[in-house]
C-alpha cells in the first residue's frame, strides 16, 4: 500500500520524490492503492484550500430573523375586547345625554320619575391598512427562510400600523382612535402625572364606570417608575419590577402613539376592536410578474374600531 507525507510518495517500495506540486499530493490520496495521507501544514493548509475548495462542502447556519428590525410587542391587542364584523362598517346604539332620574314616588297616585333614554345611532368604519413588495422567485428559491422573513415583516406592520391608529387615528380616517373620541380629563393643579391617573381612576369609579386600563406614553411610565424620594430611593417598585405593571389597580401597558404627557384611562368594557379580516399575507403574481420571475407580496388588515361610550375614556393631563 502507499503512503504520502509531506512532499514524498511510495508505493511498492519504489520512491518518488519531487512531487510537481501541491496537487498531487491530494490526487495520490485519491489513488485507491494508497493506504494513507499525511500532509504537513505548515504552509501546506493554504494550498490544500486552494486545490479543494471550501464552497459547497459546509453550509453556514442561516438565522430566519433580520437583523435591525425592532419589533416591540402590540399588547393592545391582548387588552382590548375583539368583535368580528361582516361588514364594512358597524352600526351601533349610542346613550346621549342620559340621565338616571330615578326617585321616590312619594305619595300615593303621584307622578314618578321620568328618566329619558336619548340614543343616537352610530357608525365605526372599517380600515384596510395594507403594503407590498416584489421579490423574485429566484431568491425565495435559493434562501428558504427569506419567505418567513419577508412575509414576518409586512404582517408586523399593518398589525403595527393598525395598533397606532386605534389609539391615535384622527378624522379623515375610517378609524378614530381612543385618544379623539375620549374625553379631556384635567387633574387638580400640582397633581404629578401618576396622581392625575389616579383622579382619572375615581371620576370613573364615581360615574359609574368599571376603569380597568391604562395607557401611557413609554417615557412617561419611565418617568413614574424611577421617580425618586429624597434620599434617593426609588417611590415605586422602578426597575425591579418584575410582574404585569399596574397603577392605581388599573393594568398598564405603554406604546409610543399615545401622546407624552397624555395617558388615556378607560374602561376597556365600552370599547371593541372591530375583527372584519385578521391580518394576512398573500403571494401572488401581477401584471407582468410572470415575465420577470417576480411575486407580489402583500400584507393586509381589515379593522376598525368601536368606541360605544366616549365618557368611559380619559385623556389625562397633569394641571401644573
Known sequence: AGEVSGRSFASGGNALAGIASDANVIKFANDR??????????????????????????????????????????????????????????????????????????????????????????????????????????????????????????????????????IAGTAPGSIIGLAAQGTAFASSAGATLVDAVGEAKSGLDIAGWAPDLAIFHPSDWFNITSAKDATGKYIASGWIGGSEPTVWGLRVITDASVAFGNPLVLDSSQVAILDREQSRVEFARDGDDFTKNLLTVLGEIRIGLAVFSPSAIRVVTATP
Open 33 to 166: 492503492s494508497v493506504r494513507s495521507a499525511n500532509y504537513d501544514l505548515d504552509g501546506g493548509l493554504l494550498a490544500l484550500k486552494a486545490v479543494v475548495g471550501t464552497t459547497g462542502l459546509v453550509q453556514p447556519q442561516r438565522d430566519a430573523r433580520i437583523g435591525n428590525n425592532p419589533q416591540r410587542p402590540l399588547t393592545l391587542f391582548d387588552v382590548l375586547p375583539v368583535l368580528p364584523v361582516a361588514s364594512n362598517s358597524f352600526e351601533f346604539s349610542k346613550l346621549n345625554g342620559y340621565a338616571n332620574n330615578a326617585e321616590d314616588q312619594g305619595a300615593e297616585g303621584t307622578a314618578k320619575a321620568n328618566s329619558p333614554i336619548p340614543t343616537a345611532l352610530t357608525s365605526a368604519g372599517i380600515a384596510t391598512i395594507a403594503h407590498f413588495e416584489k421579490i423574485s422567485t429566484q431568491a425565495l428559491a435559493d434562501a428558504p427562510a427569506l419567505q418567513q422573513q419577508v412575509s414576518s415583516l409586512l404582517e408586523y406592520g399593518v398589525m403595527a400600523r393598525a395598533a397606532a391608529r386605534i
